[in-house]
C-alpha cells in the first residue's frame, strides 16, 4: 500500500470510526440524529471523499444545499469540533502525509460550509502538535517469527490502559471488532481500554508496542495550553 496517497478501501473504515464519534459527541451528535439512514449517508461521502480525493467523480452531489436544510442548527463551533475529531482520526488511521492532505480539504470545505451557512468567516487555527506521553512500558521489537501468538488471537489490553502499536519495517494489519486498519511505518495503530482487537500478520515486520495510562493521541485543551 502506497503511504503517500489515499487508497479507496481506506475511506469507508475512516468514515465509520469518525461518524461513530462525531454521533457519541454531546455538540454534534444532536445535529447528526436527523440522519435516518446511515450506510446511504456514509456510501455517499465515500463517495465525496473518493472524488475529492482520488478525482473518481463518483460524487454528483451538493454539500452546500444538503446542508443549508439544517442551517438552523448549525453553529461556527461545531465546525471547530468536527475538525478536531476529524484531525484525531485521521491522524490514527492514515499514514501522516495522507492524513494531513485530508485534514486540509477538511479545513477549506469547512470554511465554505460556515460562510455559506452562517455568514462568518471561519478562522482555522494552527495548533501546535500536541504533546505525546511518555510509555509506562515499551515491549521488545517483535517480527514475524517472535511475534507472542496471543497477539494474533483477540484479547484486550487492562482497564485504564491504552496502547500504540509502532511499525518499524514492513505492514501488518489491526483487526478491531469490524474494522481493519492497515498498519505502516507511516501510519501507527491505537488501541483503547477493554477493546477486543488482534493483529494479523503477511510477511516481514517489525514492531513494537507502547502502553500509556491515558490516551496518548488526544491531549485536551487544559494540557495543551501547559505544554505552550
Known amino acids: 500500500m502506497d503511504a503517500t496517497r489515499l487508497e479507496e478501501e481506506q475511506i469507508l473504515p475512516l468514515l465509520e470510526r469518525f461518524y461513530e464519534r462525531v454521533r457519541r459527541d454531546p455538540m454534534l451528535g444532536p ?90 468567516m471561519l478562522e482555522l487555527r494552527a495548533e501546535k502538535p500536541a504533546p505525546v506521553p511518555k510509555p509506562y512500558r515499551t515491549t521488545k521489537i517483535f517480527d514475524e517469527a517472535t511475534v507472542p501468538a496471543a497477539l494474533l488471537e483477540s484479547h484486550r489490553v487492562k482497564p485504564g490502559a491504552w496502547a500504540l502499536i509502532r511499525v518499524l519495517t514492513g505492514s501488518m494489519r489491526l483487526v478491531t471488532g469490524q474494522t481493519v486498519s492497515p498498519l505502516n511505518p507511516d501510519c501507527i495503530g491505537r488501541i483503547l481500554p477493554e477493546v477486543e482487537h488482534h493483529l494479523e500478520l503477511h510477511g516481514p515486520v517489525q514492531f513494537q508496542i507502547e502502553f500509556f ?9 487544559s494540557e495543551r495550553k501547559e505544554h505552550a
Open 31 to 120: 445535529v447528526f440524529a436527523v440522519v435516518s439512514d446511515w450506510p446511504e449517508h456514509l456510501q455517499r461521502l465515500t463517495e465525496f471523499w473518493s472524488s475529492l480525493m482520488l478525482t473518481s467523480g463518483k460524487y454528483k452531489g451538493n454539500p452546500v444545499a444538503m446542508h443549508l436544510i439544517h442551517a438552523d442548527r448549525i453553529e461556527p463551533a461545531m465546525f471547530e469540533r468536527w475538525l478536531a475529531i476529524w484531525r484525531e482520526t485521521t491522524n490514527e488511521m492514515l499514514p501522516l502525509k495522507v492524513a494531513q492532505e485530508m485534514q486540509v480539504k477538511a479545513g477549506r470545505i469547512a470554511s465554505r460550509l460556515n460562510l455559506a451557512l452562517t455568514g462568518e
Open 213 to 221: 495510562d491515558r490516551d496518548p493521541l488526544h491531549v485536551d485543551s
